[in-house]
């Protein structure tokens, strides 16, 4: 039939409660494909569908869009009667005379879904969003602020109306990625690309070598015991064989002293609930198991009697990754092994303030056990140790001696002797320093001072007296041998611009391996001999290992680094890399990222889908080393939190504003991205500077600052975010918290954007997004203008994002860029 100048193809399809539903479906498709008109628009309507499983009719209807036409697809569920669907085909019709795009949504139960013609503009009308059920008596008072909150009833992630509203939205999102032109050579090109070999820094325990590695696409990684660096080895250990869909992976490890008795920590589907399971030299699993462990170490007595790790004992819910149980009460335990984990010991807890937690080692000799103790996330935390050899084989709760009992500076255990521990601090040096504490008098003898250019990030033992240092210069990695007794600098091991991706050196070990990166190299594995010279000459540098990905070559890329003024001018570093000679006229797509938080330095890695992007969307890849992380020291993380936080934003918002004057890109080609912290930076931004962005990418983002402490581990973001419980915390947190400032621009839009969750991610509950997503739309749908797609992808059995499946790593790049392809009108190049 014909409506004005649009082909429009009707399908109704009456559904009853039959269980061949889903071949009542399939016959339709199967219908519709030998049917030869071409057409323009799809109306698919569904008859009598409530129950029917919402994703099959996305499928369904996808799938005759695909055969009938490229640029429409409108579906209908659950229409009650045949006068309903004839009323609304009419209404339809007539509307395709005057709009070249619309959606429509009248109710829960039912959606429509349009997409325009032009596909270097596409568009979705606000009202085919979900409409979400308001609780209007959901009010709080923050120090005599009121502030609704109707969408709380979304932080019960197993109430069937949060599953309901996730199914609305997964069901909007997935048919519009899928429609990408270039959506099958993207995912075949980057897991063509993905295959290739990768290999971790070797380790020497015991008599054997180990190593991770995998062969290209494998969905984790397999452990290798090997008996000389240069051989393949066998499989150890293979997380690959413990689930069918790879979401098994191996989150902790610690080796016994003597390199018997492997201890690895299992995650299953992306929590950061870890099982503690028990493997010896032999490959053959021990019977002990240790359940409930969370944000722990792993560390075992010299004897092999058992190990020391953390958990929260008060946890009353599920430890699958869905329960969002406040966590508090962080305790370090001890299991003895042979004896069932219901038995383990308390070691040491605070209960003098429940956000503390906790992390317990024991230094490589045995001799003492040192526990570290920190307010949540925040740097600074107190230093203690215990002599293990007091215990006499007995352990019980401990009172250890204090080293530094003062939250007044970060404290590290590197080293000690007979009378003294060496610290790295920056206490009163802000780029950190290495001191020598004596355990007699607490006297203080400085090692390696301060320098006060570039931050020391850490420093190894090694070789008996020599010391390992590793500098940030610049947000590049440079390594340097010293003197472990004097401090003094022997020698430096020459690097290029890049960092360190591991590291592997102990004072009772001659040999020392490390991994080297940068944005253009993939993984180079070093080995040096400290023991083939004397001290003061500096040992040959042997490359072991050189990851290469076929069809890449580092050659054909560029990479510059320059420092960008911020608002209260500030020299902020970027880098920008891109293909050789990309020609900057102010065209490009262009990817931003940023993290700036929580004392992370972000440093260069290597990252295949961002070459795809680069060699196939003739990209700029943008990475701003804002404030709030740690590549210039601690003053330049504490110049990005808590009430200093807008200066991340500001950071961020300048790099866009510099790329876009220096001809980089526009701000239709702009693209900005974000995970975790991340996801708050790129969300803040893109409420305070819409027009600065084309599409926005957020991925697990912390949306809520006014009750992220509330769930799991939020509780330990107060030091960085501050308490919107205390007054003058809530007034700076208030001002910027993504949730609360949704204000579309007037006259303006809104940037595409893609919000990314997971249904397992018990650090960022999921309620973040959820909710942020519904404020969004009910914003949106009283903004006239706002056309530009507002989507999210939430994703099942995944979480925060480690240990993530190769498979369902390479389905969310394939999404993303899915996404940025059709909202930016991106051209691939072959």
């Known amino acids: 039939m014909k409506n004005g100048q649009v082909s429009v193809c009707l399908f109704v399809v009456k559904i009853d409660q039959s269980p061949r539903v889903a071949h009542r479906i399939y016959l339709c498709c199967q219908t519709s494909s030998r049917i030869t008109c071409s057409c323009e628009a799809v109306i698919f309507v569904v008859k009598d569908g409530l129950r029917v499983n919402r994703f099959l009719l996305v499928k369904c209807a996808y799938d005759l869009c695909n055969v009938l036409c490229k640029n429409h697809i409108i579906m209908y569920t659950c229409i009650e009667s045949q006068s309903t669907v004839l009323r609304r ?32 503009s596409i568009k979705i009308h606000p009202s085919v969003y979900p409409t979400p059920r308001r609780d209007e008596s959901i009010v709080d008072n923050f120090h005599g602020t009121m502030v609704p909150d109707p969408y709380r009833w979304m932080e019960d992630p197993d109430a069937e109306e949060t599953r309901q509203f996730v199914d609305e939205l997964n069901a909007i999102s997935e048919p519009f990625i899928a429609q990408a032109p270039s959506r099958e050579k993207l995912r075949a090109r980057l897991t063509e690309l993905w ?65 018997s008795i492997f201890a690895y920590g299992l995650s299953e589907k992306g929590s950061d609930w870890v099982t503690v399971k028990f493997r010896g030299v032999d490959k053959q699993d021990l019977d002990d198991t240790i359940t409930g462990v969370k944000h722990s170490t792993l560390s075992w007595m010299k004897d092999k009697s058992g190990l020391f790790y953390c958990k929260y004992p008060d946890h009353k819910t599920a430890i699958d990754g869905t329960s969002v149980e406040k966590h508090e009460n962080h305790s370090l335990y001890f299991h003895r092994m042979g004896t069932d984990c219901k038995d383990d010991v308390l070691v040491y807890d605070r209960r003098d303030c429940s ?71 920056n206490h009163n040096a802000p780029m950190f320093k290495l001191i020598r504490v004596s355990l007699k008098d607490k006297s203080v003898k400085e090692v390696v001072p301060e320098n006060s250019r570039n931050k020391l990030d850490w420093a190894t033992p090694v070789a008996n007296d020599r010391l390992v240092l590793c500098y940030i210069e610049d947000v590049k990695d440079a390594l340097y041998v010293h003197d472990l007794n004097t401090g003094s600098r022997l020698y430096s091991i020459p690097l290029k611009v890049g960092s360190i991706s591991g590291f592997f050196g102990k004072k009772t070990h001659t040999e020392m391996f490390f991994g080297f990166e940068s944005f253009t190299v993939p993984t180079i594995i070093y080995g040096l001999d400290f023991g083939s010279v004397d001290k003061t000459t500096t040992p040959e540098v042997k490359e072991l290992r050189r ?72 990209a700029f890849i943008a990475c701003a080393n804002l404030r709030g992380g740690c590549e210039y020291g601690e003053n330049w993380h504490m110049s990005g939190m808590r009430e200093k936080k807008q200066n991340v934003f500001d950071d961020f918002i300048a790099a866009a504003e510099y790329l876009i004057k220096n001809r980089y890109t526009n701000s239709k080609r702009l693209a900005i991205h974000g995970g975790s912290n991340g996801g708050l930076l790129v969300a803040a931004c893109s409420q305070q500077r819409p027009e600065l962005y084309g599409a926005v990418l957020n991925r697990v983002g912390v ?52 919000l990314m969750t997971a249904d397992h991610d018990d650090r960022v509950v999921p309620s973040h997004t959820l909710k942020y997503a519904a404020t969004l739309y009910e914003k949106a749908k009283l903004h006239e203008p706002q056309t530009n797609p507002l989507l999210v992808r939430v994703e099942v059995k995944a979480g925060h994002g480690a240990g993530k499946p190769t498979a369902k790593v390479i389905a969310e790049v394939v999404d993303m860029y899915s996404f940025l392809q059709r909202v930016l009108n991106i051209e691939w190049k072959d």
């Open 89 to 120: 085909c009419v209404d339809m019709l007539s509307f395709l005379n005057f709009a070249s795009y619309v959606l429509t949504r009248r109710s829960p139960a039912w959606h429509r879904m349009r997409y325009s013609l032009a596909a270097s």
């Open 195 to 259: 295959d290739y070999e990768k290999y971790s820094c070797p380790s020497k325990r015991g008599d054997f070598y180990y190593y991770s590695y995998n062969s290209g696409l494998q969905n984790q990684y397999v452990i290798y015991q090997q008996k000389n660096v240069f051989e393949r080895g066998e499989i150890f250990l293979d997380p690959n064989t413990l689930s069918a869909d790879g979401t098994t992976f191996l989150r902790s490890s610690a080796w016994t002293k003597d390199g």
């Open 355 to 425: 956000n503390f937690m906790i992390g317990g080692t024991v230094t490589e000799d045995g001799r003492y056990l040192i526990i570290d103790v920190s307010r949540g996330c925040d740097p600074y935390n107190m230093l203690y140790y215990y002599d293990l050899s007091s215990m006499n084989g007995s352990i019980g709760k401990i009172n250890p001696t204090p080293l530094f009992d003062k939250l007044d500076a970060k404290y590290e255990y590197v080293d000690h002797d007979d009378d003294s521990m060496l610290i790295q601090t």
């Open 547 to 618: 990851v290469r990905v076929p069809g890449m070559d580092e050659k054909d890329f560029a990479v510059e680094q320059v420092f960008y003024e911020s608002k209260d001018k500030t020299k902020v570093p970027m880098y920008i890399i891109s293909l050789k000679g990309a020609p900057r006229n102010g065209e490009a797509f262009t990817l931003l990222n940023g993290y700036g938080g929580f004392n992370v330095s972000d440093m260069p890695y290597f990252s295949v889908s961002r070459l795809l992007l680069m060699k196939h969307f003739r």
């Open 703 to 754: 949306m809520d600052m006014l009750r992220f402490h509330k769930f799991t581990v939020g509780g330990a973001w107060v030091p960085e975010y501050g308490n919107p419980d205390v007054e003058k915390d809530f007034k700076f947190i208030y001002k910027y918290s993504p949730l609360h400032n949704i204000r579309f621009p007037e006259g303006g839009q809104w940037p595409s954007t893609l």
